[in-house]
Nanobody, 124 residues
């Protein structure tokens, strides 16, 4: 599975962005998908994840109520809608895939595939 993230950019605090992650591979629909982020000098941080069926979604406490993860199996794409952005959301965001299909872990070691990151910068 290859993952290609896009949609990052510069936005003012309180604004919105939507990240997209396009996946290649015939078994995309059986993978759990998620997003991690990493700011300079910090460790990778779990952001959100979705199970292969889309029936289960998981969020870090820091983004609950502001971010929404969704998937479109027909387009092999997972999205991260980010609203009410804060300066502390500034980071490189990477999409990930979990071959088990659950997509329910906050540990980066549970994800089998990583895409390149896309930079999100929120100005205050």
């Amino acid at each position: 599975v290859q993952l290609q993230a896009s949609g990052g950019g510069l936005v003012q605090a309180g604004g919105s962005l939507r990240l997209s992650c396009a996946a290649s591979g015939r078994t995309f629909s059986s993978y759990g998908m998620g997003w991690f982020r990493q700011a300079p000098g910090t460790e990778r941080e779990f952001v959100a994840a979705i199970s292969w069926s889309g029936g289960s979604k998981y969020y870090a406490d820091s983004v609950k109520g502001r971010f929404t993860i969704s998937g479109d199996n027909a387009k092999n794409t997972v999205y991260l809608q980010m609203n009410s952005l804060k300066s502390e959301d500034t980071a490189v965001y990477s999409c990930v895939a979990d071959a088990s299909g659950f997509g329910d872990s906050e540990s980066p070691y549970e994800y089998d595939y990583w895409g390149q990151g896309t930079q999100v910068t929120v100005s205050s």
